[in-house]
């Protein structure tokens, strides 16, 4: 079945240091993106890929970098800079030439930092 | 750029209880109109669509009607279950340039047996 898996579901970091989260898809989706979830904020977005080597900041995005070297692959880093990095990740994908501008979503990695 | 207003939570309603969550937008042209769900822990799943105007969106007995002259999107069911428990988002698109899908701040929805 197509989809995106989103890993680990759950990651524990200690202050300062970097951690990777995995974003694949096997949709064939051109454009992928990386929102995050604090509880009663909604999501923000951090990051997004339009193409295979290209990608763009969103509205939250230092203390966090990305690469799109594969098309089905979007991985997150959060890095030592993002002073509270303690949320709930989601990956998302979008395309398909009947796409009306939906987004498919991955079930989310939890990241704590002790 | 286009932004999404929605009804602020929580709300907690009975078992075959209605229920409405109300949802406006702000946007260029004629935006694409999504309902997304949230169940505890997971990520986001599609609930609905309508991408013009007075098309009717419907999944899993909720409805929500693009209306262009209130610019809204209201989200509808007439007897929720205790399976509806969820949070829910609306959201908004505008096709043809590089714009984003803009999200509301979503709307936590308990059922009660």
């Known amino acids: 079945d197509g989809g995106i898996t989103q890993s680990p579901k759950y990651l524990f970091r200690k202050e300062g240091q970097n951690v990777t989260l995995s974003c694949e898809q096997n949709l064939n989706h051109d454009a992928m993106y990386w929102y995050r979830q604090d509880p009663g904020q909604g999501l923000r977005l951090i990051y997004y890929?339009?193409?295979?080597?290209?990608?763009q900041k969103g509205d939250i995005a230092e203390g966090y970098s990305v690469s799109r070297e594969k098309k089905e692959s979007f991985p997150l880093t959060v890095t030592s800079a993002q002073k509270n990095p303690t949320a709930f990740y989601l990956c998302?994908?979008?395309?398909?030439?009947?796409?009306?501008?939906?987004?498919?979503f991955g079930e989310g990695s939890r990241l704590t930092v002790l | 750029g286009n932004s999404v207003t929605q009804m602020e939570g929580p709300v907690t309603l009975s078992e075959e209880a209605f229920l409405t969550i109300n949802c406006t937008y702000t946007?260029?042209?004629?935006?694409?109109l999504f309902w997304y769900v949230q169940y505890p822990g997971e990520g986001l799943q599609l609930l609905l669509k309508a991408t013009k105007a007075d098309d009717k969106g419907s999944n899993k007995g909720f409805e929500a009607t693009y209306r262009k002259e209130t610019t809204s999107f209201h989200l509808e069911k007439g007897s929720v279950q205790v399976s509806d428990s969820a949070v829910y988002f609306c959201a908004a698109v505008t096709q043809g340039g590089s714009e984003k899908l803009v999200f509301g701040k979503g709307t936590k929805l308990t059922v009660n047996p």
């Open positions: 890929s339009q193409i295979v080597n290209d990608f």
């Open positions: 998302a994908s979008k395309g398909g030439v009947t796409n009306t501008g939906e987004l498919f």
């Open positions: 946007a260029t042209g004629y935006p694409s």
